[in-house]
């Protein structure tokens, strides 16, 4: 078991059964236990992360803001989930021997070049985009992904379908038909 932990490149059907025993393990969780039939899902996350950031700089703006009434800024177990999924692909990237320090992948210098303040710009874009689409989709990639599709919800499948073909599209737009 160690030695596959330490594979540079994991299995895929362990990957993937790992990810569906972590997904039913979350709904049993969170509707015994914690948020009564909230499933996996980041993107609320960051927009709680967000209003606890402006929570401190400033409040009133904050309990005035009709959507963090409804959606509390708090931290709760989805935002330690996050924090696990960057911990477990740091500690899984440590044993595999793949971590590498670099402020400009190869495949981005290849197309755009060297200037780490470009790629820091590009990225914090289109985080903002992805963020923005996701909370207009009422769902990330891993709340409709997987937890709506494992629900058989339409709506879920149709949300994964356009995440899917937006990611090809915008890959394409910018690295072009053979990917690098």
């Known amino acids: ?9 994991w299995n895929p059907y ?9 997904a039913i393990l979350s ?22 992360g967000a209003g606890l950031i402006e929570q401190a700089v400033a409040p009133q703006h904050v309990a005035d803001n009709a ?3 409804s959606k509390k800024v708090k931290v709760d177990w989805q935002m330690l989930f996050v924090v696990g999924i960057f911990a477990g692909a740091f500690v899984s990237a440590r044993l595999g021997r793949t971590v590498k320090g670099e402020t400009v992948p190869f495949i ?3 197309r755009f070049g060297n ?7 590009g990225a914090f874009i289109g ?7 996701a909370r207009m989709a009422g769902g990330c990639p891993s709340g409709h992904g997987m937890s ?31 990917g690098r």
Request: hydrophobic letters at 55%; charged letters at 10%; proline letters at 1%.
């Open 14 to 22: 362990v990957a993937g059964a790992l990810v569906g025993i972590l």
């Open 1 to 9: 078991m160690m030695k596959s932990l330490k594979a540079p490149i």
């Open 67 to 69: 959507y963090f009434q």
């Open 108 to 110: 981005w210098r290849q």
């Open 127 to 133: 985080g903002a985009i992805l963020l923005f689409g």
């Open 148 to 178: 709506g599709n494992m629900q058989l919800s339409v709506s879920s499948l149709l949300a994964l379908v356009f995440f899917i073909l937006g990611g090809v599209i915008t890959a394409r737009l910018l690295y072009g038909k053979g």
């Open 115 to 121: 200037s780490a303040v470009l790629r820091a710009a």
């Open 27 to 48: 709904v049993v969780v969170t509707t015994a236990v914690l948020d009564k039939g909230k499933f996996l899902g980041a993107s609320t996350t960051f927009v709680r």
